[in-house]
């Protein structure tokens, strides 16, 4: 997997405007605090001292300190052992508890504005289930106005996925929340892909005067399954070409054994991005909800040797063992799907605990855009219905950032890290805490959105 | 596909309207449980009166009666001890359209009065147990908003597995749901048809209005003749849709309106007084905190969304602190559901509000539990823990107002219908196979 390449450029960008604001006059009322809060946020290193830290790998630091430096974390520790660096801004955060940025594993950030409004939608393309060169990257929309909203709750990171409408619907993105553009905010391109088998990608599923292929599961497979092994032939074919090519370069000179100069296989954008997949280069999101679903898309990765974590299994209860022997992680939920008419109430709101108990490592998505910001409460809920507190605070954390390949720089309070960390007045997975204060990349983003702005002026 | 819940919600929020007057009193004759009940050892949320810790509740016929540190109860009482914790009044759901079979909306025509939600309740649906685990113990069942006057709604009790009727609220205020903005526009607009603009949609509620003021002078006319004793006097004809809007009009039925835009509101109060009628409440009113002091002086309620925005044109002004700004103008706030999903934990809603404006506890407990029982129009029966009020009760695991509080136990009328620590359902009325 392609490692963030951006991360140190944002540290460079210093009097970039951050994207995500509409009326101009707002625009200029940000870019003012902008550049006040990027003044003293870029140059000078931060020590927050005196707060509650979670630190996530190593527990909690009861009155501890945290340096910002560069962008990264340089010091974590207990206020009486952390040293300001010179010139250091020093923030008293007593009785604030302090975390790492939450990470969302599934949302549709940047790829919808009005949900209703089919102009502003760029989620998902219906003419074909096998849709696998659809790059969400392409379509990210940094200047969204949900982005501010959803990073002033602690979000500063978040997968961004396709809707999942097609079997195969598209690449998905990791983004970070602030930058100042959205190449800048798109950390990695096309870190995954998703691949849905729930049943809802059946959408020429009609009585039988409906004749579009395919309108069943069975159809949906073989769809799927004819995609992969034309890629697998695509690959031969490539590999074929590479083979004869270095063939004729080796004896271009030796005229007994001099061949024609080998045609290149006509390129095939769909199979192409199979590629990774199909080598275990890139991880496929494997989206089923039922255990019959879950079998089949299982198998249907295995025959290809997919490497792939799963999504969902809302309703796979009773196999639960059998995902835990899998060994790989899983999206669960959202843990609000309604159960099945027959199961009880907490049925779902307990799958993040029983996957816990079985060993399974679990992470949260708001699979979601408008309500990203409030991806702690799900965490929360399952803690009411087993989950550990620790667990459901590692699974909008670093269990996320080792999914998606950023452990090293994502995910904990850790030396050497991301400066993502918030600042907010009690419990991160609580309802009622209010956060005081994001930092993305070492950078103080400004405290204000859309939302806030109307609060503002109807306030006066 | 995650993203379509909150699209289905644009043709659900709507409006309801009726409240079952013709519902016998059932509440009190029949049931399992009206013998003495003491609920002991717990923090009384009262609503009202604020907070009795190690409080104690006596229950006699399904009733409240009596709160506070002790209480005078019968040594033959059944006892609870609720182990210190949290004991609120049961959660009421102002906007809701579970139990419909999917019968929300009949959007053949812009007026359908005439529609009793009733009529298509189905009492064993299982999102009235899943709620109910939620601690909502009363819900009104509102009519969709695809039409600009939709049906007539009804009040539940979530008495899960007692009979149909047990499940109705006995005798509450009929209520009707109205609708305005995108949605009648844009489900009549896609067929050619009238309303498909604002201008549309008002125009076509007013014409419904003067029908129905016409239909009174009819009847007001042939009453006068049959009181000079006109023998030959013929009754004008029944119609079920002017009845309706009739009874609007006479103030019998309260009217719930599915508004987002501030502008709309303004319009709606404007219709209202030209016509003579009062609102109870604004639903949705995502924009309310823009025109507050209006609702205040007209004395109309909000039944609104904690943090939904963004899903349509109307509902990008929405902003968190919408509830805790009304409140602090003097409107009455209801946090409510309309969703089958967000029912379950109206509790973390209501916390939020906490947060966003910094609501107190009480406050936040309100707009889940007395508010909404105004806006229904039940608050003399429900939403507090006050002396002669049904004894809707929920223990919690947790504190309530957070995200982590859910409920151990709810009670309605006296009777256990949710006990979190039985096995398969929890439920101890509904029996799995029946």
Not at chain 1, 103 to 126: F, K, M, P
Not at chain 1, 127 to 154: K, W
Not at chain 2, 209 to 233: F, H, P, S, T
Request: aromatic share 8%; net charge negative.
């Amino acid at each position: 997997m392609r490692q963030p390449s951006a991360m140190s450029v944002q540290l460079s960008a210093g009097n970039s405007v951050w994207r995500g604001h509409c009326s101009p006059r707002s625009v200029i009322l940000i870019w003012i605090l902008s550049l006040s809060a990027l003044a003293f946020a870029q140059d000078k290193p931060i020590l927050l001292k005196g707060g509650k830290l979670l630190t996530v790998t190593h527990g909690v630091i009861e009155n501890g300190a945290i340096v910002l430096y560069g962008g990264k974390i340089t010091a974590v520790g207990d206020a009486s052992t952390v040293r300001a660096p010179a010139g250091a801004r020093v923030i008293d955060v007593t009785g604030m508890t302090i975390y790492p940025g939450l990470i969302d594993s599934e949302t549709q950030l940047g790829l919808t504005e009005i949900s209703a409004e089919e102009t502003s939608n760029d989620l998902v393309e219906l003419s074909d289930e096998i849709m696998p060169h659809m790059h969400t990257a392409e379509a990210f929309h940094a200047e969204s106005a949900l982005i501010p909203v959803a990073r002033m709750n602690g979000i500063t990171n978040a997968v961004i996925a396709p809707e999942s409408a097609d079997t195969l619907p598209g690449q998905d993105s990791f983004i970070q929340l602030a930058g100042a553009n959205a190449t800048e905010m798109l950390l990695i391109r096309d870190n995954a892909m998703p691949l849905n088998f729930t049943g809802d990608q059946r959408r020429n599923k009609g009585g039988f005067e409906k004749h579009k292929f395919p309108s069943t599961r069975m159809g949906l497979a073989a769809q799927l399954r004819q995609a992969f092994l034309d890629a697998q032939d695509y690959k031969s074919k490539w590999t074929d070409y590479e083979r004869k090519k270095a063939d004729a370069a080796q004896n271009k000179d030796k005229d007994k054994d001099k061949k024609p100069e080998p045609l290149a296989p006509k390129r095939d954008l769909k199979l192409e991005a199979l590629l990774p997949y199909l080598e275990g280069k890139k991880t496929i999101v494997l989206a089923a909800e039922s255990p019959s679903d879950l079998e089949t898309a299982v198998s249907l990765a295995n025959e290809f040797k997919l490497k792939f974590v799963l999504n969902h299994i809302s309703h796979s209860q009773p196999v639960l063992d059998y995902v835990a022997s899998l060994k790989v992680p899983v999206i669960v939920g959202p843990i609000y799907e309604a159960p099945k008419e027959e199961e009880r109430y907490d049925t779902v709101y307990s799958l993040p605990a029983q996957l816990y108990e079985r060993g399974v490592k679990i992470v949260f998505a708001s699979y979601s855009a408008h309500n990203v910001r409030n991806l702690p409460d799900q965490a929360g809920f399952a803690t009411a219905f087993g989950l550990p507190y620790d667990e459901a605070l590692k699974a909008i954390t670093i269990n996320a950032a080792e999914i998606w390949g950023v452990a090293d720089q994502l995910g904990s309070l850790d030396v050497g890290k991301t400066a993502n960390v918030v600042v907010a007045n009690g419990d991160p997975l609580d309802v009622k805490t209010d956060v005081k204060q994001v930092f993305i990349a070492g950078r103080e983003v400004p405290m204000t959105d859309r939302q806030v702005r109307l609060r503002d002026e109807y306030s006066k | 596909m995650r993203l379509i819940p909150a699209r289905t919600l644009v043709l659900y929020c709507a409006w309801l309207t009726m409240a079952l007057a013709s519902a016998a009193a059932f509440g009190q004759s029949e049931g399992t449980a009206h013998h003495d009940i003491v609920i002991k050892n717990a923090i009384v949320m009262t609503v009202t009166h604020g907070n009795i810790t190690n409080g104690s509740i006596y229950i006699k016929d399904g009733k409240i009666a009596a709160v506070g540190e002790t209480v005078n109860a019968p040594a033959s009482a059944t006892v609870i001890d609720a182990g210190g914790k949290y004991l609120t009044p049961g959660i009421v759901d102002s906007h809701s359209h579970i139990a419909l079979d999917d019968d929300v909306n009949e959007a053949t025509n812009p007026i359908t009065p005439q529609m009793m939600m009733k009529d298509a309740f189905d009492y064993q649906d299982k999102a009235i147990y899943r709620a109910l685990a939620g601690g909502v113990t009363t819900s009104l069942l509102l009519h969709g908003s695809a039409n600009m006057i939709g049906g007539q709604a009804v009040v539940i009790k979530h008495k899960y597995g007692a009979s149909r009727d047990e499940l109705l609220f006995p005798n509450a205020p009929r209520s009707i749901k109205f609708a305005s903005g995108e949605n009648p526009k844009r489900v009549y607009g896609s067929r050619d048809q009238l309303p498909s603009t604002r201008m549309g949609n008002f125009a076509v509620q007013r014409e419904a209005l003067v029908q129905a003021q016409d239909y009174i002078r009819e009847w007001d006319n042939y009453n006068e003749k049959v009181k000079r004793g006109d023998k030959d006097a013929t009754p004008p004809k029944h119609d079920l849709k002017l009845d309706a809007l009739a009874d609007v009009l006479r103030g019998k039925i309260m009217v719930q309106i599915h508004i987002y835009r501030a502008d709309e509101m303004l319009t709606e109060i404007a219709m209202a007084k030209e016509f003579g009628y009062k609102i109870r409440a604004f639903h949705h009113a995502l924009e309310a905190y823009k025109v507050a002091d209006q609702l205040t002086a007209n004395n109309i309620a909000i039944a609104t969304f904690s943090d939904w925005w963004g899903y349509k044109q109307e509902a990008w002004d929405a902003i968190p602190w919408n509830a805790t700004m009304s409140t602090r103008k003097g409107v009455r706030v209801a946090i409510k559901s309309d969703s089958e999903d967000y029912t379950r934990r109206l509790n973390q809603e209501a916390a939020k509000t906490m947060r966003y404006g910094g609501a107190t506890e009480e406050e936040a407990l309100k707009m889940i539990t007395l508010n909404p029982a105004w806006i229904v129009g039940v608050d003399d029966r429900v939403g507090s823990i006050d002396v002669g009020k049904d004894a809707d009760l929920v223990i919690w695991d947790g504190y309530p107002l957070s995200t982590y509080g859910v409920p151990e136990k709810v009670l309605i009328d006296g009777d256990l219908y949710f006990d979190r620590s039985q096995p398969g359902l929890g439920t101890t009325h509904y029996k799995e196979g029946e």
